[in-house]
T-cell receptor
Framework: QKEVEQNSGPLSVPEGAIASLNCTYS??????FFWYRQYSGKSPELIMF????GDKEDGRFTAQLNKASQYVSLLIRDSQPSDSATYLC?????????????FGTGTRLTIIP | GAGVSQSPRYKVTKRGQDVALRCDPI?????LYWYRQALGQGPEFLTY????????KSGLPNDRFSAERPEGSISTLTIQRTEQRDSAMYRC??????????????????FGPGTRLTVL
């Protein structure tokens, strides 16, 4: 089992709709979770992080975390063509003080105008 | 500088040659990380430093790979006796603080543009 799993997609969503991206992780002790966006040929950039169970909203983005189910998701409301990218889920090491991130393979999202 | 910089941006080398990849982190950032990213995959952790101290090198594939950060700023990732399977994008990232467990701190890792390594 991979440490961080994502549906590789591609996921196609009409403009204006909600895009839902999912991620599961295997290390039950993990405490910190991140969503990065990576445009084709570019570097990953952080868009959301979440530590606590529940929802965290930032503009059109909502991250959801369920530690009991070892599941984290990202919702993008009112999807725009500029949201078309690969979305990477990352989990920080559960070892206190260790900063390394373990990434999933990413989900490619395409917003259809 | 404005962001993380890496050099060279592209490196083509012949199998068996040594290569050195350089990373210049954001000024003042304490932590520096190396990742490797294959096409269609997420970044894979290699190693990271707090200041000049290498904290975790568990991701280095084998002893041909090494990294240093002697003055706590610029870092070099060296691959000796390169093999074709080493071909990938090598990404560096830096973050401000080695102590993320501060309320509200996300200790964001900022990524550089990467070095595309091709081993022929």
């Amino acid at each position: 089992q991979k440490e961080v799993e994502q549906n590789s997609g591609p996921l196609s969503v009409p403009e204006g709709a909600i895009a839902s991206l999912n991620c599961t992780y295997s290390d039950r002790g993990s405490q910190s979770f991140f969503w990065y966006r990576q445009y084709s040929g570019k570097s990953p950039e952080l868009i959301m992080f979440i530590y606590s169970n529940g929802d965290k909203e930032d503009g059109r983005f909502t991250a959801q975390l369920n530690k009991a189910s070892q599941y984290v998701s990202l919702l993008i409301r009112d999807s725009q063509p500029s949201d078309s990218a690969t979305y990477l889920c990352a989990v920080r090491s559960s070892n206190f003080g260790n900063e390394k991130l373990t990434f999933g393979t990413g989900t490619r999202l395409t917003i259809i105008p | 500088g404005a962001g993380v910089s890496q050099s060279p941006r592209y490196k083509v080398t012949k199998r068996g040659q040594d290569v050195a990849l350089r990373c210049d982190p954001i000024s003042g950032h304490v932590s520096l990380y190396w990742y490797r990213q294959a096409l269609g995959q997420g970044p894979e952790f290699l190693t990271y430093f707090n200041y000049e101290a290498q904290q975790d090198k568990s991701g280095l594939p084998n002893d041909r790979f090494s990294a240093e950060r002697p003055e706590g700023s610029i870092s070099t990732l060296t691959i000796q006796r390169t093999e074709q399977r080493d071909s990938a994008m090598y990404r560096c990232a830096s973050s401000l603080s080695p102590t993320p467990y501060i309320a509200g701190s996300d200790n964001e890792q900022f990524f550089g543009p990467g070095t595309r390594l091709t081993v022929l």
